[in-house]
């Protein structure tokens, strides 16, 4: 690593201390907004965050070679789950307990955004504002660190500008200004089955009795993604298409939780859970889907007072306790895709179809293979790409997610990922063997 200059180390501080300001800042607005202004020090705080995290992470990673992207990260102590990866998740989980189960302990930070609520959305703030603002801002900060990490990839900077671009478009400009509108906040960048509800019948009949024109087209656009795009897209692209360019659980996963890909687990057993979870999920969806029609084709007599029932089981424990606690919140502990992995019935479907129906394959030059398994530990999905390369095999898994990573670290250029004509997609290279290499005779 080159050695830091002077400018850089009193950059890097004030940006530190700014960082540390802005959170204090933070702090103060929540135990004591009824006695300060929570807008002053709120959004004083958020702008010091801001501008502290970037004085930061861009000079950090300017000085850094491109070479040296992942260097020391098993050796730092807040991305090998040592104390501070611990006390991360700690914070995280703790705030998604606070932002579920008890909001009226942020109503601080929740007064404090107040003005820019009214502004985009001509709403009073909430607890779901708030987190959208600072999920947001978790995406575009950590997006300019993954611009600048991956900044010799055009894939990688397209990529990551495209799950900016949808987080804050179409998952938090888009749906305020609807509500600005008095129409019903709706996520365009989501579909069922990952936005269960958008398909039940109360929510299909709530848009199309309220939502004049605007509601017809919601119900349209996403069945037209769930049942036809998003099978002709994954023929086309795999998974990737949503999962590492569109979603915004993706969205977070690649930027914020980009220090974090090597922790997932990459056992066997891991592979076994994930399968045993994810897919049930999905089959809880459709059957709770499935149901709800049924009922209202029934005329309530199927379920009667049980017909909310199902989905509110589903949305503690599946949309609030693993997306949320669990899936973020452990991001330090167990990697930046375990919602994705082992919860997400989006990623169930997207898998099914990248599997079995799609052009899609990570091709492998195994010759050129030096077992440094690079790949295998950036795999945010837990994948053992080496184990594939080794053997020359395409790799062609449903949780594959075509972040593209395993291919840009490795030093032999050994892994493709490639969108080729579905016949011979299992077929593996040719490897070198020794006799192939006597060139002299
Ligand atoms: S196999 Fe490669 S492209 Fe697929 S999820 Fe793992 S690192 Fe990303
Ligand atoms: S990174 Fe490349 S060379 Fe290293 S194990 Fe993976 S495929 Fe082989």
Redesign the pocket.
Known sequence: MTKPNKLYLYFRSAGYTILVIGLLCLMVTSLLFHSISPQLWGLSGIALVTLGSLMVIVPDRLQQHVAHQNNELWQNNATSRGTWAWLLGVVLTGFYVLLYWFPETLQGLILAVEPLSQLLRNKPSDQWFLYGLFYTLAVIIMGVYALLKYRNSRYHLIRTASVIFFQLGFAFILPGLLLAFNQREYYFSYFWPLKYDYLFPGTVSYLVDNGAALGVFMVFWGAVFSFLATPVLTYFYGKRWYCSWVCGCGGLAETAGDPYRHLSDKSKKAWQWEVAIIYPVLGFIIITTGLLWLNSYMGGSLLGRFSSGFSRSYGFFIGSLFSGVVGVGFYPLMGNRVWCRYGCPMAAYLGLLQKHLSRFRIT?NGG?????????TYCEMGID??WY?QQGEPIIRASCVGCGI?AH????G??KLENGPTEGRYQGTTLIQRDDLKILN
Do not use: Y
């Not at 050129?368 to 295998?376: A, F, L, R, T």
């Not at 670290?409 to 032999?412: G, I, L, N």
């Open positions: 492998t050129q293979c030096i077992s440094c398994g690079n790949c295998s790409v080496r390369a395993c670290v490795c030093p032999r050994v892994l």
